[in-house]
Nanobody, 118 residues
Framework: QVQLVESGGGLVQAGGSLRLSCASS????????MGWYRQAPGKQRELVAA???????NYLDSVKGRFAISRDNAKNTVYLQMNSLRPEDTAVYYC????????????WGQGTQVTVSS
């Protein structure tokens, strides 16, 4: 069973920056697709950024140019650098790992709160 542990959330003023980290247990990190999702109160969870094992990335339109996802396979960790934060970025951010070995797998972290004040 894989465990994902997020860290780095907090309270920041608009225009500020935060870096989220998600550390994975186990030995399937380097072959997995990793993603950051977020869920604001009363809204559906949405994909913010994702990165493949070959380092291809994709982003939610509203964060393009402000957020950057990266991974360090040696540390089993995925990062989300968030710059120029806006109040509308306020949400719980979740780390996700998915892929397929003998069967598909899909793991989630516990979430970390990001609050951006205006």
């Amino acid at each position: 069973q894989v465990q994902l542990v997020e860290s780095g959330g907090g309270l920041v003023q608009a225009g500020g920056s935060l870096r989220l980290s998600c550390a994975s247990s186990g030995n399937i990190f380097r072959i997995s697709n990793m993603g950051w999702y977020r869920q604001a109160p009363g809204k559906q969870r949405e994909l913010v950024a994702a990165i493949t094992p070959s380092d291809s990335t994709n982003y939610l339109d509203s964060v393009k140019g402000r957020f950057a996802i990266s991974r360090d396979n040696a540390k089993n960790t995925v990062y989300l650098q968030m710059n120029s934060l806006r109040p509308e970025d306020t949400a719980v951010y979740y780390c996700n790992m998915r892929g397929q070995l003998l069967k598909a797998y899909d793991y989630w972290g516990q979430g970390t709160q990001v609050t951006v004040s205006s």
